[in-house]
């Protein structure tokens, strides 16, 4: 059963548009959501998070949405430029600082110029 | 750049074989987790630890993986006896203290067992 879900599972945008990153889960106790960026032969980097408190974190050029009655968030990365093609994971945490994270599969963007 | 270290970048390692992988947090973080990230970019929890303790860790019941913090060296993850299906990227995470929940990510140690 998987909590997380991302999609699509890969999409292509051209460069200077918004892509747009979905994910959904299952879990109620869900509190906390971050979304990581990897690239190819490297660890994931934390890119930004948001508390289940909130329905809108920005910065920069990204920006989640966060729909709690619908159990859905987005990412939204705003003039999409070439060097944001990578892989990208959404993520969720219950129960705590020190709970694990479960991950969704990813869905990798590519940017076309 | 990630200031969590691992080490080895690549080990590889025959069936049946040891395979150790160290993970150095990024300093003034105690609480240290370890994933395991296969091919197909699922994401397993193993063990977490604060400071030399064990959190919570996943049902080791083949008792093939180890781990430790030890007090003034690196975190390790040990896999006793290699497994084809165990060929995955490892990957170390810290996070400070108190309240914040986030996250940082080494760049992982990827085992191929052949």
């Known amino acids: 059963q998987q909590q997380v879900r991302q999609s699509p599972q890969s999409l292509t945008v051209w460069e200077g548009e918004t892509a747009i990153l979905n994910c959904s889960y299952e879990?109620?106790?869900?509190?906390?959501f971050p979304w990581y960026q990897q690239f190819p032969g490297e660890g994931p980097a934390l890119l930004i998070s948001i508390l289940s408190v909130s329905n809108k974190k920005e910065d920069g050029r990204f920006t989640i949405f966060f729909n709690k009655r619908e159990k859905k968030l987005s990412l939204h990365i705003a003039d999409s430029q070439p060097g944001d093609s990578a892989t990208y994971f959404c993520?969720?945490?219950?129960?705590?600082?020190?709970?694990?994270?479960?991950f969704g599969k990813g869905t990798k963007l590519s940017v076309k110029s | 750049n990630s200031k969590v270290i691992q080490t080895p970048r690549y080990l590889v390692k025959g069936q049946g074989q040891k395979a150790k992988m160290r993970c150095i947090p990024e300093?003034?973080?105690?609480?240290v987790f370890w994933y395991q990230q296969n091919k197909n970019n699922e994401f397993k929890f193993l063990i977490n630890f604060q400071n030399q303790e064990v959190l919570q860790q996943i049902d080791m019941t083949e008792k093939r993986f180890s781990a430790e913090c030890p007090s003034n060296s690196p975190c390790s993850l040990e896999i006793q006896s290699s497994e084809a299906g165990d060929s995955a990227l490892y990957l170390c995470?810290?996070?400070?203290?108190?309240?914040?929940?986030?996250?940082?990510f080494g760049e992982g140690s990827k085992l191929t067992v052949l």
């Open positions: 995470a810290s996070r400070q203290g108190a309240n914040t929940g986030q996250l940082y």
């Open positions: 300093k003034g973080h105690p609480v």
């Open positions: 879990n109620s106790a869900f509190d906390y």
């Open positions: 993520a969720a945490r219950a129960g705590g600082s020190n709970a694990k994270l479960t």
